[in-house]
């Protein structure tokens, strides 16, 4: 199975909005990343859009119509009436709900299942009824898996933020690693489908994608970003993409 690599283009659009310009420009590099082969593009409209912009969204959906047909949007965020109202209008291929506070710099965190099950159920109904696959944001957390599939999800995205802290101690990154196999383990073996995403490298990636090989999808803004002022964007997507697994 492949891994697949959507572009989460955030941190292109959070440089973007320190000067009132049009550069650089979110569809620009979107259009790079996915001619490099990129899967998708990604995105998470924060209330203060204080990185993409809820205008960039009709830009984006254009882009993929248009000029990349197979290519995916996936949009985050968390289910408010705002961000359904504006994933209505968009119209992804995936919605990818978090349960962030607004005023949170990143999400570092998934949902307890246990607890938000009945508000996320009838939320994913509708989504899916308007043709979104839906993957929800989960710590690597097995035992939380059953009460996911619960809410009749798609897939999860397994949250990768303390595997990605784990940069200069592979002891601590093994941990994770076998925490996160763990998680995906028991969604696979619920029927779920698994993303991941949050602070992954070219790095970090292959031990990752050795321990889940039925990963489905990998999400990468920050560092990617990162590792585009050194690369630039075409190649930088080929170095991720060979990190996932894939034949470039």
Not at 187 to 197: E, K, M, Q
Not at 198 to 208: K, S, Y
Not at 215 to 235: F, N
Request: net charge negative; charged share 25%.
């Amino acid at each position: 199975m492949t891994v697949e690599l959507s572009v989460n283009l955030n941190a292109v659009a959070m440089l973007r909005n320190r000067r009132d310009l049009p550069w650089p420009s979110v569809t620009g590099l979107g259009r790079i990343a996915l001619a490099a082969g990129a899967h998708g593009l990604t995105v998470h409209p924060r209330p203060d859009q204080r990185h993409i912009r809820f205008s960039d969204l009709p830009a984006i959906r254009s882009l993929i119509d248009e000029e990349f047909p197979e290519a995916e949007f996936n949009i985050e965020g968390y289910p408010s009436i705002e961000f359904l109202a504006l994933v209505s209008a968009a119209k992804p291929e995936q919605v990818t709900l978090v349960p962030d506070d607004p005023s949170q710099p990143t999400s570092d965190h998934g949902w307890d299942f246990e607890r938000r099950g009945a508000f996320l159920r009838p939320i994913v109904e509708r989504l899916k009824g308007e043709g979104a696959r839906v993957s929800l944001f989960a710590d690597a957390d097995p035992r939380a898996m059953p009460a996911a599939a619960a809410t009749g999800c798609d897939r999860v995205e397994l949250y990768t933020g303390p595997y990605g802290g784990t940069h200069d101690d592979p002891r601590a990154a093994e941990a994770e690693i076998d925490r996160l196999g763990a998680a995906a383990d028991a969604a696979l073996s619920l029927g779920l489908g698994v993303n991941a995403g949050h602070d992954l490298t070219v790095a970090n990636l292959p031990p990752l994608v050795e321990r889940i090989p039925a990963l489905a999808e990998v999400s990468i803004g920050h560092g990617l970003t990162a590792d585009a002022l050194e690369y630039g964007m075409a190649e930088t997507i080929r170095r991720f993409r060979r990190a996932c697994g894939q034949a470039v």
